[in-house]
């Protein structure tokens, strides 16, 4: 057991490290946080600079375009880039971290040409379209209905926080083929694409004051039998799969960043009381981050992912909130204005959903005590 | 990297693991340390992992199972030595709470100007009636002797850490095995004709519990990585932290523990007590979490007043 980095390792964050500090300072200026087309812009931008210089879906394996970085290159690759300040993943969140996977582990041939070069290059962009009002937490319970007509799915119903939903080119849509089977076998996984009559996208306002996300009203939109991925209703499997992905990797950057957070915010923080709070944060901000790296390695040496990796999402988005309330008290009366000191309460702001979105910590929960520790599933009414 | 245990480590686990299932069942530990235990454990290599070759990530592995079993005894004063020995930090003519008095060989004191001995003979005090934990007598050294120094300041600094570091162990080992029990216990017992594991609210205290375990014992294993290769990291941060995490693991597991035990965790008979017990006693020794959470404040980033 060890943390070292091998040399090859760190020529590989030399190299990086090298190459970061020549191309941020090229990058264009950062555009308003509202203006959703010029976002797309700069984020597909730069992962476009990433798959120029060889860095494109560092983890994704060689022959689907990606450079098959070992587990420990990937950290190297997080590090350096969340410590360089590069941009974040943005609108390619979905395409790289959660469809492209997914297409490399259950999309035909022709599905794999068709996307996975693409989204490296950040020509195609993907949100995700799983959750409905109706859907949330139980997102088995999807509605949205899709019924065969030759060669076409025509799918009628609503999806709601719709991450990126106003630029998407794609979005993963989950939908039910088979409304007399039991919730979870009559569910199918189709690539929506975005631009197809019949779609009506209304962004939805987040307590940003931004539109991070959207809703989404199909009407009788006719979706290619060709964009299924996986079979018809074996598509709450293929949820999975693509669920999987968030226990891996997705949100290690995040974490790299939280740590940056916490060195930013400790110049702000005089009073002895929060110093101290501080140091219990960081402590236990660097016992996730350790956690994180076990994760990997275990799921690079074994294939399965180990009990931590249904542990680190809980963790590390409870640990945000009560980073972003030590914030708040920090700051006092400079949390008035949100851009006042920083990018700390907007950070507070944005971290609110970090215990929502991608199941919620009281699903978190269930699942470690059900999956992790075995004990018995609540009786279904 | 490989942050993992290696076959070798899983071996070295699950060899002192059914050594301690084996020889020291809770009916044994319930009756407390003596030397027998000493020596068994000694017999065992428990006390010279270093000066048999093993790393600081090996040694973390064994002490995590110590605590796992609860056995009692200054397991960390002891570590290196060929005697009963245990470490506190303090200096001549302090009145101090010694542990284990009656079975101590030598006591040493980690202060400013580095390492004291003092025989354990040239100790008295007054035993207290009702110690904390049953497993750890306690007496009330009123004046501690100066002892003879032994070790230089850079020592005993060095002593501190490795003695943090192995108590940090012990604390994840206790909050792991009070998980263990938990959903034990959880499975089995049932109210309202069902296990009350299956209501979320027992569900998710235990799952906090796995989190809060899981995330220390990965702190623990970094900080001791570090140890045997200080370059891989800051070494003063993850060893803070690794005792910050793993101490707070232990104690708040403990009172989880309890209050899944529902009345039984508030008796004598069930061992939830004597774990909780000894996660408060390990939080007195070699800095409480609040201690350590001050030292990871400094090395951070200094406050700058004129941002205020
Ligand atoms: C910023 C953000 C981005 C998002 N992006 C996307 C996206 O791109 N695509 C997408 O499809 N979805 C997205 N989501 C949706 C997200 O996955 C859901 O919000 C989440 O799964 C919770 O569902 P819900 O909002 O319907 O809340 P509900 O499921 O209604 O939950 C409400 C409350 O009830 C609790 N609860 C519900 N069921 C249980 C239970 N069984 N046990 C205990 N407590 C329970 C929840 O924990 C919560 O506290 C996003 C959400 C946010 C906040």
Same mark, same amino acid.
């Given at each position: 057991?060890?943390?070292?980095?091998?040399?090859?390792?760190?020529?590989?964050?030399?190299?990086?490290?090298?190459?970061?500090?020549?191309?941020?300072?090229?990058?264009?200026?950062?555009?308003?946080?509202?203006?959703?087309?010029?976002?797309?812009?700069?984020?597909?931008?730069?992962?476009?600079?990433?798959?120029?210089?060889?860095?494109?879906?560092?983890?994704?394996?060689?022959?689907?375009?990606?450079?098959?970085?070992?587990?420990?290159?990937?950290?190297?690759?997080?590090?350096?880039?969340?410590?360089?300040?590069?941009?974040?993943?943005?609108?390619?969140?979905?395409?790289?971290?959660?469809?492209?996977?997914?297409?490399?582990?259950?999309?035909?041939?022709?599905?794999?040409?068709?996307?996975?070069?693409?989204?490296?290059?950040?020509?195609?962009?993907?949100?995700?379209?799983?959750?409905?009002?109706?859907?949330?937490?139980?997102?088995?319970?999807?509605?949205?209905?899709?019924?065969?007509?030759?060669?076409?799915?025509?799918?009628?119903?609503?999806?709601?926080?719709?991450?990126?939903?106003?630029?998407?080119?794609?979005?993963?849509?989950?939908?039910?083929?088979?409304?007399?089977?039991?919730?979870?076998?009559?569910?199918?996984?189709?690539?929506?694409?975005?631009?197809?009559?019949?779609?009506?996208?209304?962004?939805?306002?987040?307590?940003?004051?931004?539109?991070?996300?959207?809703?989404?009203?199909?009407?009788?939109?006719?979706?290619?039998?060709?964009?299924?991925?996986?079979?018809?209703?074996?598509?709450?499997?293929?949820?999975?799969?693509?669920?999987?992905?968030?226990?891996?990797?997705?949100?290690?950057?995040?974490?790299?960043?939280?740590?940056?957070?916490?060195?930013?915010?400790?110049?702000?923080?005089?009073?002895?009381?929060?110093?101290?709070?501080?140091?219990?944060?960081?402590?236990?901000?660097?016992?996730?981050?350790?956690?994180?790296?076990?994760?990997?390695?275990?799921?690079?040496?074994?294939?399965?992912?180990?009990?931590?990796?249904?542990?680190?999402?809980?963790?590390?988005?409870?640990?945000?909130?009560?980073?972003?309330?030590?914030?708040?008290?920090?700051?006092?009366?400079?949390?008035?204005?949100?851009?006042?000191?920083?990018?700390?309460?907007?950070?507070?702001?944005?971290?609110?959903?970090?215990?929502?979105?991608?199941?919620?910590?009281?699903?978190?929960?269930?699942?470690?005590?059900?999956?992790?520790?075995?004990?018995?599933?609540?009786?279904?009414? | 990297?490989?942050?993992?245990?290696?076959?070798?480590?899983?071996?070295?686990?699950?060899?002192?693991?059914?050594?301690?299932?084996?020889?020291?069942?809770?009916?044994?530990?319930?009756?407390?340390?003596?030397?027998?235990?000493?020596?068994?454990?000694?017999?065992?290599?428990?006390?010279?992992?270093?000066?048999?070759?093993?790393?600081?990530?090996?040694?973390?592995?064994?002490?995590?199972?110590?605590?796992?079993?609860?056995?009692?005894?200054?397991?960390?004063?002891?570590?290196?030595?060929?005697?009963?020995?245990?470490?506190?930090?303090?200096?001549?003519?302090?009145?101090?709470?010694?542990?284990?008095?009656?079975?101590?060989?030598?006591?040493?004191?980690?202060?400013?100007?580095?390492?004291?001995?003092?025989? #354990? &003979?040239?100790? /008295? @005090?007054?035993? +207290?009636?009702?110690?904390?934990?049953?497993?750890?007598? $306690?007496?009330?050294? =009123?004046?501690?002797?100066?002892?003879?120094?032994?070790?230089?300041?850079?020592?005993?600094?060095?002593?501190?850490?490795?003695?943090?570091?192995?108590? #940090? &162990?012990?604390? /994840? @080992?206790?909050? +792991?095995?009070?998980?263990?029990?938990?959903?034990?216990? $959880?499975?089995?017992? =049932?109210?309202?004709?069902?296990?009350?594991?299956?209501?979320?609210?027992?569900?998710?205290?235990?799952?906090?519990?796995?989190?809060?375990?899981?995330? #220390?014992?990965?702190? /623990?294993?970094?900080? +001791?990585?570090?140890?045997?290769?200080?370059?891989?990291?800051?070494?003063?941060?993850?060893?803070?932290?690794?005792?910050?995490?793993?101490?707070?693991?232990?104690?708040?597991?403990?009172?989880?523990?309890?209050?899944?035990?529902?009345?039984?965790?508030?008796?004598?008979?069930?061992?939830?007590?004597?774990?909780?017990?000894?996660?408060?006693?390990?939080?007195?020794?070699?800095?409480?979490?609040?201690?350590?959470?001050?030292?990871?404040?400094?090395?951070?980033?200094?406050?700058?007043?004129?941002?205020?």
């Amino acid at each position: 057991m060890d943390l070292r980095y091998s040399d090859v390792d760190e020529a590989f964050r030399a190299r990086l490290r090298e190459w970061l500090s020549s191309e941020l300072p090229k990058l264009p200026e950062q555009p308003p946080r509202d203006d959703w087309s010029a976002r797309r812009g700069w984020d597909t931008d730069w992962q476009r600079r990433l798959f120029d210089a060889g860095y494109a879906g560092i983890n994704w394996p060689k022959e689907f375009g990606g450079q098959g970085a070992t587990p420990s290159q990937h950290l190297v690759f997080l590090e350096e880039t969340t410590r360089a300040r590069a941009p974040y993943v943005g609108v390619n969140f979905v395409g790289l971290l959660h469809a492209g996977p997914t297409i490399i582990a259950e999309g035909t041939e022709a599905q794999k040409t068709d996307h996975l070069s693409k989204i490296l290059r950040g020509d195609e962009v993907w949100c995700q379209g799983f959750s409905e009002p109706q859907a949330g937490s139980d997102l088995a319970a999807v509605r949205t209905k899709a019924v065969l007509d030759g060669d076409h799915y025509v799918v009628t119903g609503q999806k709601i926080w719709c991450s990126y939903g106003q630029i998407g080119d794609y979005g993963e849509l989950l939908v039910r083929t088979d409304p007399d089977a039991p919730k979870h076998k009559g569910i199918t996984w189709l690539m929506l694409p975005m631009d197809l009559p019949g779609i009506e996208i209304r962004p939805l306002k987040t307590v940003l004051g931004s539109s991070e996300f959207a809703e989404l009203f199909l009407d009788e939109v006719r979706v290619p039998v060709s964009c299924r991925i996986g079979a018809e209703n074996d598509g709450w499997r293929v949820t999975n799969v693509t669920l999987s992905f968030e226990r891996g990797t997705a949100f290690v950057s995040e974490m790299v960043d939280a740590l940056r957070l916490i060195d930013d915010l400790s110049p702000y923080v005089t009073d002895p009381a929060y110093r101290r709070e501080l140091g219990h944060l960081a402590a236990e901000m660097d016992g996730i981050w350790a956690l994180t790296k076990r994760n990997i390695t275990q799921a690079a040496r074994t294939g399965v992912m180990g009990p931590g990796s249904m542990m680190i999402k809980y963790a590390y988005s409870e640990l945000r909130q009560r980073l972003g309330e030590l914030s708040m008290k920090v700051l006092e009366r400079d949390v008035l204005a949100v851009d006042a000191v920083g990018e700390f309460v907007e950070e507070r702001l944005r971290t609110l959903a970090l215990t929502i979105a991608a199941g919620t910590s009281q699903i978190q929960k269930n699942i470690i005590g059900e999956r992790v520790l075995g004990l018995p599933k609540e009786p279904r009414p | 990297m490989n942050f993992d245990l290696t076959d070798d480590q899983v071996a070295l686990r699950d060899g002192i693991r059914s050594h301690l299932e084996g020889r020291f069942s809770m009916e044994r530990v319930r009756e407390g340390f003596d030397r027998s235990m000493f020596d068994e454990l000694s017999e065992a290599g428990v006390f010279s992992l270093r000066a048999d070759g093993f790393s600081w990530a090996d040694s973390v592995v064994v002490y995590e199972e110590l605590g796992r079993a609860c056995v009692p005894g200054p397991l960390v004063g002891s570590a290196g030595a060929d005697a009963v020995v245990d470490v506190i930090e303090g200096r001549g003519g302090d009145a101090v709470w010694v542990e284990h008095l009656a079975s101590l060989d030598r006591l040493l004191t980690i202060g400013d100007d580095g390492i004291r001995e003092i025989p #354990a &003979a040239s100790l /008295v @005090g007054a035993e +207290a009636d009702w110690p904390l934990d049953p497993l750890t007598p $306690a007496h009330r050294v =009123e004046s501690l002797p100066a002892g003879e120094l032994v070790g230089t300041a850079s020592e005993a600094s060095r002593l501190l850490n490795e003695l943090t570091l192995l108590t #940090a &162990a012990q604390q /994840v @080992g206790l909050s +792991a095995a009070l998980v263990d029990m938990s959903v034990g216990y $959880a499975m089995t017992r =049932e109210q309202f004709g069902r296990p009350i594991g299956s209501f979320q609210a027992v569900k998710h205290m235990c799952a906090e519990m796995a989190v809060k375990a899981e995330v #220390a014992r990965a702190a /623990v294993q970094a900080a +001791a990585c570090i140890m045997d290769d200080p370059s891989t990291g800051d070494e003063m941060r993850s060893l803070h932290g690794a005792k910050i995490v793993a101490g707070e693991a232990a104690i708040m597991n403990g009172r989880t523990a309890t209050q899944v035990y529902g009345g039984m965790g508030f008796t004598w008979e069930v061992d939830v007590h004597l774990y909780l017990k000894r996660a408060w006693i390990l939080e007195t020794r070699f800095g409480s979490a609040d201690s350590h959470a001050d030292a990871v404040a400094e090395i951070l980033p200094p406050a700058d007043r004129s941002q205020r």
